[in-house]
């Protein structure tokens, strides 16, 4: 199984955490019962969140499981349900008035990006040059989440920003190179490149570039396009992750008329 550098870090945060508390005695020498008393203090002692819980489960069930080659373990331990959170979209307006945000060709192009093609924040920084294929009109997106390539299509009015912004910027391997020559620019300098842009427009709700791919997919799936293909636009693994869209869609929504309007206030 393929694991993110996010969730390898996690993995490994939680791990250090259990063995500076166990000092003396070796984590490998933990049982299943041991094991859920600890995940039952973090719950009820630290009031740990639920995200928290989840990974620390996890984390120990991979060191036991793929590392120490134990036997699958069942640990029974009352995992806190996560919260059914709404994905931040915006209306194509405040989708419109945030990219336009910017005068610095480059934040312009990079905040496009994420929302003409739905691409997540790491990958809009680890595109290459080469990975802009007009003759195709696609881009690849190269060893995504799960370690998984896939390619989505490329607006003719992003190309047409993008060859404006490579006559300016001339990049040699990476799309949006760093400060140093051939370095990807770094996903916290796109995530503040965002931040400044919402701040020119006065946006305070709450959503950071993430936001754009799911305006993206949601503003696909308002204006009729299958539900599977939103799928395979956005690297999902399961139906499932991408059918939370219709539950922000307000195409819908929007058509009901309320009770309120017929009454005749």
Same mark, same amino acid.
Not at 79 to 105: C, D, G
């Given at each position: 199984?393929?694991?993110?550098?996010?969730?390898?870090?996690?993995?490994?945060?939680?791990?250090?955490?259990?063995?500076?508390?166990?000092?003396?005695?070796?984590?490998?020498?933990?049982?299943?019962?041991?094991?859920?008393?600890?995940?039952?203090?973090?719950?009820?002692?630290?009031?740990?969140?639920?995200?928290?819980?989840?990974?620390?489960?996890?984390?120990?069930?991979?060191y036991?499981?793929?590392?120490r080659l134990?036997?699958?373990?069942?640990?029974?331990?009352?995992?806190?349900?996560?919260?059914?959170?709404?994905?931040?979209?915006?209306?194509?307006?405040?989708?419109?008035?945030?990219?336009?945000?910017?005068?610095?060709?480059?934040?312009?192009?990079?905040?496009?990006?994420?929302?003409?093609?739905?691409?997540?924040?790491?990958?809009?920084?680890?595109?290459?040059?080469?990975?802009?294929?007009?003759?195709?009109?696609?881009?690849?997106?190269?060893?995504?989440?799960?370690?998984?390539?896939?390619?989505?299509?490329?607006?003719?009015?992003?190309?047409e920003?993008?060859?404006d912004?490579?006559k300016?910027?001339?990049?040699?391997?990476?799309?949006?190179?760093?400060?140093?020559? $051939?370095?990807?620019?770094? /996903? *916290?300098? !796109? %995530?503040q490149v965002?931040k400044?842009?919402?701040? #020119?427009?006065?946006? @305070?709700?709450k959503?950071?570039?993430?936001?754009?791919?799911?305006?993206?997919?949601?503003?696909?799936? $308002?204006?009729?396009?299958? /539900? *599977?293909? !939103? %799928?395979?636009?956005?690297?999902?693994?399961s139906? #499932?992750?991408?059918? @939370?869209?219709?539950?922000?869609?307000?195409?819908?929504?929007?058509?009901?008329?309320?009770?309120?309007?017929?009454?005749?206030?």
């Amino acid at each position: 199984m393929a694991y993110s550098p996010n969730t390898i870090r996690l993995y490994h945060s939680e791990i250090l955490v259990l063995m500076r508390l166990l000092q003396h005695i070796p984590i490998y020498s933990l049982e299943p019962p041991q094991i859920r008393a600890y995940a039952l203090w973090l719950i009820e002692k630290k009031k740990a969140s639920e995200a928290r819980v989840h990974t620390v489960i996890n984390a120990l069930k991979y060191y036991f499981e793929q590392i120490r080659l134990n036997p699958k373990m069942f640990i029974e331990v009352p995992r806190p349900k996560k919260p059914i959170q709404l994905p931040s979209v915006w209306s194509q307006q405040t989708v419109k008035e945030l990219l336009s945000a910017s005068s610095n060709l480059k934040h312009q192009t990079i905040l496009m990006l994420g929302y003409a093609a739905g691409l997540r924040v790491s990958e809009i920084a680890s595109l290459k040059v080469e990975d802009i294929d007009s003759s195709r009109m696609v881009i690849y997106v190269r060893r995504a989440k799960g370690k998984k390539d896939r390619m989505v299509m490329l607006s003719p009015v992003l190309l047409e920003k993008l060859r404006d912004y490579y006559k300016a910027y001339k990049p040699k391997s990476y799309l949006f190179e760093g400060q140093c020559p $051939e370095e990807a620019y770094s /996903v *916290r300098s !796109i %995530q503040q490149v965002f931040k400044e842009c919402k701040a #020119k427009i006065k946006l @305070r709700r709450k959503g950071g570039v993430h936001s754009l791919r799911h305006s993206f997919a949601t503003h696909l799936l $308002e204006a009729g396009t299958d /539900v *599977r293909v !939103i %799928q395979e636009l956005l690297g999902h693994e399961s139906i #499932k992750t991408t059918v @939370r869209y219709t539950h922000v869609s307000v195409k819908n929504i929007t058509q009901v008329q309320s009770p309120l309007d017929r009454i005749g206030l």
